[in-house]
Nanobody, 122 residues
């Protein structure tokens, strides 16, 4: 079993930056593709970015050019660098283990962190 712990959230002004981290522990040999999701109050949890084990990445349109997902497999850590933050980026951010199957993102059961709050003030 894998445990995921996010950190790095906080309060930032519009235009600011934050770097989220997600540290994995436990049976990390089973970790393959990973992703960041976010959930704003009253909204469903939505995908932000994905990264394969080899480092290929993809983003939702709303964060392209502003966010960068990366990973350090030796440290079992996933990152999300967020620049030019906007109030609409305010949400709880979750890292997750996923499977990329024919272009479809499938979250792994029980493969979620507890989330970290990001608040962007206007």
């Amino acid at each position: 079993q894998v445990q995921l712990v996010e950190s790095g959230g906080g309060l930032v002004q519009t235009g600011g930056s934050l770097r989220l981290s997600c540290a994995a522990s436990g049976d990390t040999t089973c970790i393959s593709d990973m992703a960041w999701y976010r959930q704003a109050p009253g909204n469903k949890r939505g995908l932000v970015a994905v990264i394969s084990r080899s480092g290929s990445s993809n983003y939702v349109d709303s964060v392209k050019g502003r966010f960068t997902i990366s990973r350090d497999n030796a440290k079992n850590t996933l990152y999300l660098q967020m620049n030019s933050l906007k109030p609409e980026d305010t949400a709880v951010y979750y890292c997750a283990m996923i499977n990329l199957v024919a272009g479809t993102v499938i979250p792994v059961r029980n493969g979620w962190g507890q989330g970290t709050q990001v608040t962007v003030s206007s």
